[in-house]
Each structure stands twice: as structure tokens, then as C-alpha cells.
């Protein structure tokens, strides 16, 4: 059973976003904000992340996601809303 008031994302950025710090940064950006999940880099240049956690911390990390770190440049971010599972204990770099 899930917690009301808990959020679950699943997102894909494209842009700059490899080589640039942004799987860093967001696992960072994720634990500042009490979200578990992960995130990785995909083969075709995108970045990957699954966020869940309270609502209003798991649209920041959406929203963040948009703009990411300074060295990265965004072009767009795909966004999968789903069912929070509970599954997630921490947040991680997936390789």
C-alpha cells in the first residue's frame, strides 16, 4: 500500500545531459529533497530517472529536472506519471 500524498515520476532528459555532471547532480539534488529512486544515462544520449517520494519534493526534482546543473543544457524532458510503489529504499547512480 502507498502513502497518500506520495508521487511516483519516471523521467527522460535530452540534451546535453551526459559527460556534464546531471547523474550527480540529480542523485544530490534527490537526497536534499528526501526522494529514492535512481537515475542513469541511456545509449542514445538521453539521461534516465525514477523519482518517488512526497508529492510536492518529487515535482521539484521534475521541475529541477528541466533546467539540471549549470553545465548541462536541457532540450526536453519526457515525463511518465505512475503509481508509487514503496519500492525504492535510497537514491542511486544505476549503471
Known sequence: MTEIGHARAH??????VQGVNFRA???D????AGVLGWV???????VEALFEG???????????????PTSSHVEHVEL???????????????W
Open 11 to 16: 523521467v527522460f532528459v535530452s540534451g546535453e
Open 25 to 27: 547532480a540529480t542523485r
Open 29 to 32: 539534488e534527490a537526497r536534499r
Open 40 to 46: 542513469r544515462n541511456l545509449s542514445d544520449g538521453r
Open 54 to 68: 512526497p508529492r510536492a519534493a518529487v515535482h521539484r526534482l521534475v521541475s529541477w529536472c528541466h533546467q539540471g
Open 80 to 94: 511518465l506519471w505512475e503509481e508509487p510503489t514503496g519500492g525504492e529504499d535510497s537514491f542511486f547512480i544505476r
